[in-house]
């Protein structure tokens, strides 16, 4: 098999065997506890820009199948795991794993001790990383000089609008990096989806007549997309708003909260919030590495709802004067487990009773 080589910026090499594209790359690296959903993940473009290390040790065991794609292609600059299974067996499967990252374009490297590679993120925090076939004098300097890209929403969001149309709620959806989870979650509840490029302004939205807006998810420093903030401020004073990751943390900018990078981040299925007025818990799936600071809340109109139970980091919020909220994890899952799906049917029941009141105020 061919040597591959992961190269982090704090001069750790890690030597594997190589999968995949028979490409270098340069990322962010960061960590993935899932125990499944390896497809999902890898097509989730919250994850554009970075280099997933899978902590499961065998990936790639039920192949890839058409169903479970989040967008067409891989997001992931490169995936890193112990084992790579070759010979997949599951009925809906297409191809093997390798075969479809070969064929995407996406390069993997195997044979890594990703227990200790993990320990190291979360002993140093995220770093950049290069995925290389040779480790030369020039990788290490070339990498310390990397820079992740600013434009990812950009190049991740739709260029152009596009509608599923049915006769139930209209929901105006701002794509920064969305997955086709949210839109499944949504169809499923008969929603009429249309769905907006993340620069679109808030009187073409409006121009629209949606019953409400969903800000989606997606990658990178929400600073980066902060361009969106007046259209957000716009929006929720008109109607009923929720956001979803990457919309998560341009509500909250949009309110005057602040954003910071977390050492290691959430990337996993197994990540337990408190809902803090309903005195539930739910384990969720996430996929951040930027998060919501609580002290940045104070002269603010944000209420948190939801807290992670392991480090406390906000995991929801909501709006005093309008009808707007925002959770940080998935509710739509995909993977992982199904708890927070009822978010959504939050979101339309808000929706209900803001025509309520309109209808009782006119």
Known sequence: MKKRYLVLENGSIYEGEAFGADTDVMAELVFNTGMSGYQESITDLSYRGEI???????????????????????AASAIVVHEIARRPSNWRQMMSLPE??????MPGISGVDTRA????????????????DEVTEETLSTLKNFQ???????????????????DGVSIALIDFGLKNSILRSLAKRG???????????????LAA????????????????????????????EKVPLMGICLGHQLFALANGAETYKLKFGHR?????????????LDFTSQNHGYAVDRDSLANTDLVVTHEEINDHTIEGLRLKKHHAFSVQFHPDAAPGPHDAE????????????????TTQNA
């Open 52 to 74: 997933i290390v899978f902590t499961y040790p065998l990936i790639g065991n039920y192949g890839v199948n058409r169903d479970d794609f989040e967008s067409l292609r891989p």
């Open 268 to 280: 996993g299925f197994n990540h337990a919030v408190r809902h803090l007025s309903k005195e539930r």
């Open 100 to 105: 479809w990252a070969e064929k995407s374009g």
């Open 209 to 236: 007549n949606p019953d409400g807006i969903l800000l989606s998810n997606g990658p990178g420093d929400p600073q980066d997309a902060a361009y969106a903030i007046p259209t957000i401020q716009a929006l929720e």
């Open 191 to 205: 929603a009429n989806v249309m769905v907006f490029p993340a620069d679109v302004a808030a009187e073409t939205v």
């Open 117 to 132: 590679l993990t320990k190291e993120l979360r002993d140093f925090g995220v770093m950049k990383a290069a995925l290389v």
């Open 342 to 357: 009822y978010l959504f049917d939050d979101f339309l029941t808000m929706i209900a009773d803001a025509k309520k009141e």
């Open 148 to 166: 992740s890209s600013n434009t990812m929403v950009a190049d991740a969001t739709t260029k152009t609008q596009y509608q599923n149309p049915t």
